[in-house]
């Protein structure tokens, strides 16, 4: 058998037999660029489980996300792969609030303006979220959030800005 397709098959199942994460996303690549976006999210979804066998934390983040993305651009029809793999990322509300708006761009000061914080505040929470998922750069953040939120949502959009009545609420005023 010849062909683009038979091709890609051969790198996905050299890919799976030598338990190589990141030769299986090299592989779902390769699926994606020929428009296959169901096996391309299937082989990110493999790669997503060798990843967490290899205690590769933040690998297995990015390889997740991808799923995600993925399976939205296939109107979230998925395979028995992708859908074992997809969990919720392991952060507070306020940490995937303020990661949001760091991978968005926003300057720490920035956040901490908008969210009534000290700046020390939003540098702790960036701390924390960067151990939780084993990443170290805020453009990985933007990719790890996007559609991470209960449900399935993507929340590529900025937090509205909370009102004073709430935070005069919260702070006991």
């Given at each position: 058998?010849?062909?683009p397709?038979a091709?890609?098959?051969?790198?996905h199942a050299t890919?799976l037999?030598?338990?190589?994460?990141?030769?299986?996303?090299?592989?779902?690549d390769?699926?994606e660029?020929?428009g296959?976006l169901?096996?391309?999210?299937?082989?990110?979804?493999q790669?997503?489980?060798?990843y967490?066998?290899a205690q590769?934390?933040?690998a297995?983040?990015?390889a997740?996300?991808?799923?995600?993305?993925?399976?939205?651009?296939?109107?979230g029809?998925g395979t028995?792969?992708t859908?074992?793999v997809?969990?919720?990322?392991?952060l507070?509300?306020?940490?995937r609030?303020?990661?949001?708006?760091?991978?968005?761009?926003?300057?720490?000061r920035?956040?901490?303006?908008?969210?009534?914080?000290?700046v020390?505040?939003?540098?702790?929470h960036?701390?924390?979220i960067?151990?939780k998922?084993?990443i170290?750069r805020r453009t990985e953040?933007?990719?790890l959030?996007?559609?991470s939120?209960?449900?399935?949502t993507?929340i590529?959009?900025p937090?509205?800005?909370?009102?004073?009545?709430t935070?005069?609420?919260?702070?006991?005023?």
């Amino acid at each position: 058998m010849d062909g683009p397709r038979a091709q890609a098959a051969a790198v996905h199942a050299t890919a799976l037999n030598s338990n190589d994460g990141d030769a299986i996303q090299a592989a779902s690549d390769l699926l994606e660029g020929m428009g296959d976006l169901l096996a391309a999210a299937d082989a990110a979804a493999q790669a997503t489980v060798v990843y967490r066998r290899a205690q590769q934390r933040g690998a297995a983040y990015q390889a997740e996300a991808r799923v995600r993305r993925l399976i939205g651009s296939c109107e979230g029809i998925g395979t028995p792969t992708t859908s074992g793999v997809i969990h919720q990322l392991p952060l507070t509300d306020r940490e995937r609030e303020i990661g949001t708006l760091a991978g968005q761009g926003m300057s720490n000061r920035d956040i901490a303006q908008r969210l009534t914080l000290s700046v020390r505040t939003v540098e702790n929470h960036l701390y924390r979220i960067n151990a939780k998922l084993g990443i170290s750069r805020r453009t990985e953040l933007a990719d790890l959030l996007v559609g991470s939120v209960p449900g399935g949502t993507s929340i590529a959009e900025p937090f509205p800005r909370p009102d004073q009545s709430t935070i005069s609420n919260r702070r006991g005023r």
